[in-house]
């Protein structure tokens, strides 16, 4: 699911914590110091409370697939069929990925499934947070 | 702030609807406007605010050739026209303009001069969702589906049966681009797009326009069409990122913006006579009824399946076939408005008797965001 030609991020200075973790390897979420709410996508304070004082922390990395569809259509970077997912994290936040080392089909992709977080390099600057389902 | 006291003057589409590469995107605008304000005997002169969506207002003022003293620039997908409406109507109670026009128009099949809509890689859009491989609507729109089947029960047939029906509304209507009627197999036969969406669960892609003229319901008794009044409005937004959807069984905008427009007409849902939801995708309707209360959650499939909504059904919705059959450049939003209007002044194709009340409701972007405008053509 790595091949060239997929669309890639471009970090701001309010996301670039988010993109150094899955270079090294972390899903990093942010936590409200003030309210203690775990959220998603980044950004320097809490959507729920509006206080600056929030921390960085690494997560569990473990997920359950929340929702997703199978792409039948062609998409730079992507052989179709192949599933834009959902899965929700342990911490609480949803975000999109890909499921990987896994048939993109409706019978091997089950709603609830647990799945864990896998890096993939895109290029020098760029990993992606995928997802697998879960090994135990 | 019950708006009944402002009123719509005048309704109208491009005078060609589906594919029109002899048009930019802006004629479109002005194709559609120049067609309203002839139906109601206005010129550039007497129309004082100017409100559109992706095009700016600016741009529309001069090529209309409009001096406005009020503008609205809203730009927040498909429903931008119900809160345009829903603006302009609080604008003409606040004295702030006296005939409002709003416009349309979108090259979305033939796109000329219609930029091409990119999702910049900075944005939380291109960092968190574009990298992982949408491709517009029909791949965003349709993922929140699958958790809703399996919450509710619903299944592949029944998200099927919302095209079917709307088909049979769309095959009365000589301007639909869609005509012949179809059966659950062709839906659940046709191309696979995003599974469990096929193509013809997803909207057409066409070239139109349309536009709307507002003034207070007292003026209005002075044009020589039939006013249709403003009861109730409403509008919300809740997140550019579909995967950011609080519910993905529900949207937020629209639970927002559907009780205040119910609020502020006081009216109930059994005083609804025809209804218009947004469908961009098969599911929309079925969103759009439980969200909007007028079914508990998880039975608006069924209650669609069971032609609840269908000719000679008891809640006529989409009645000129909708985004699946009808028409749909991209903004829907319009051509739902367009819709009520007609069936309030009891000349739609598909005119549902004696209809009093019509509630049309739209979405934007990818449950983005809403708006909720009730119409009525009983004066104050």
Same mark, same amino acid.
């Given at each position: ?30 936590? #409200?110091?003030? #309210? ?65 080392? #896994? ?34 | ?16 609807? +589906?594919?029109?590469?002899?048009? $930019? ?16 005997? !206005? ?16 741009? %529309? ?6 001096? *406005? ?5 809203? $730009? ?7 809160? @345009? ?10 004295? /702030?303009?006296?005939?409002? %026009? ?18 910049? *890689?900075?944005? !939380?859009?291109? &960092? ?10 029909? $791949? ?47 839906? !659940? ?14 909207? /057409? ?30 509008? $919300? ?28 007409? +006081?009216?109930? @849902? ?12 098969? @599911?929309?309707?079925?969103?759009? /009824?439980?969200?909007?209360?007028? !079914? ?54 598909? &005119? ?25 053509? &009983?004066?104050?």
């Amino acid at each position: 699911m790595s091949e060239p030609g997929r669309a890639l991020p471009q970090p701001t200075p309010e996301t670039q914590h988010f993109w150094d973790g899955t270079q090294a390897g972390e899903l990093r979420l942010q936590r #409200c110091d003030a #309210c203690a709410k775990v959220y998603f996508p980044p950004r320097p304070f809490c959507p729920a409370c509006a206080s600056r004082t929030v921390s960085v922390f690494k997560a569990s990395g473990k997920a359950r697939l929340y929702s997703y569809v199978i792409h039948h259509r062609p998409v730079p970077g992507f052989t179709p069929p192949y599933a834009i997912a959902v899965v929700e994290l342990e911490e609480g936040p949803r975000m999109m990925t890909n499921i990987v080392e #896994c048939p993109q089909t409706p019978e091997a992709l089950q709603l609830d499934m647990p799945v864990e977080v896998v890096f993939a390099p895109q290029n020098d600057t760029i990993t992606l947070p995928l997802f697998r389902p879960a090994k135990g | 702030m019950p708006h009944n006291t402002v009123a719509v003057v005048g309704a109208a589409e491009t005078t060609k609807l +589906g594919v029109v590469p002899d048009m $930019s995107q802006i004629q479109l605008h002005a194709d559609a406007a120049l067609n309203a304000m002839a139906e109601c005997g !206005l010129k550039p002169k007497d129309i004082d605010g100017i409100a559109t969506a992706v095009e700016t207002p600016v741009q %529309l003022a001069h090529y209309l050739g409009l001096t *406005p003293t009020w503008v609205d620039g809203t $730009s927040v997908g498909g429903c931008s026209f119900m809160i @345009h409406v829903r603006h302009a109507a609080a604008a003409i109670e606040a004295g /702030l303009a006296k005939t409002i %026009l709003i416009t349309h128009g979108e090259s979305g099949r033939s796109r000329v001069g219609n930029p091409p809509r990119s999702v910049h *890689p900075a944005s !939380l859009n291109g &960092q968190f969702e574009q990298p992982f491989g949408p491709m517009g609507p029909p $791949s965003l729109f349709t993922i929140p589906v699958l958790r809703y089947m399996k919450t509710y029960g619903v299944t592949e047939e029944q998200i099927a049966q919302v095209a079917v029906v709307q088909r049979e509304w769309a095959s009365k209507n000589p301007r639909a681009t869609f005509r012949n009627l179809i059966t659950t197999e062709d839906v !659940l036969n046709s191309r696979m797009i995003a599974w469990p969406f096929r193509l013809l669960m997803c909207c /057409l892609v066409t070239d139109g326009g349309g536009a709307l003229i507002l003034t207070s319901a007292e003026r209005a008794r002075d044009f020589p069409t039939r006013p249709v009044y403003i009861l109730g409005t409403g509008e $919300s937004v809740e997140t550019p990122m579909v995967s950011q959807m609080e519910d993905f069984t529900s949207s937020r905008a629209f639970r927002v913006a559907g009780p205040t427009a119910f609020k502020e007409a +006081g009216i109930t @849902h059994k005083d609804v006579d025809h209804l218009m939801i947004y469908d961009a995708f098969a @599911h929309l309707p079925i969103y759009g /009824l439980e969200d909007l209360g007028f !079914l508990p959650r998880g039975e608006a499939a069924s209650f669609i399946a069971g032609r609840n909504t269908a000719p000679g059904g008891k809640l006529p919705m989409n009645t000129n076939g909708g985004g699946l059959s009808y028409m749909h450049s991209g903004m829907y939003g319009m051509y739902a408005l367009q819709e009520s209007v007609r069936q309030m002044r009891g000349v739609a194709p598909a &005119q549902v008797p004696r209809a009093k009340i019509s509630v049309c409701h739209g979405v934007g972007g990818m449950f983005a965001a809403s708006g909720t405008i009730i119409f009525s053509n &009983q004066a104050p």
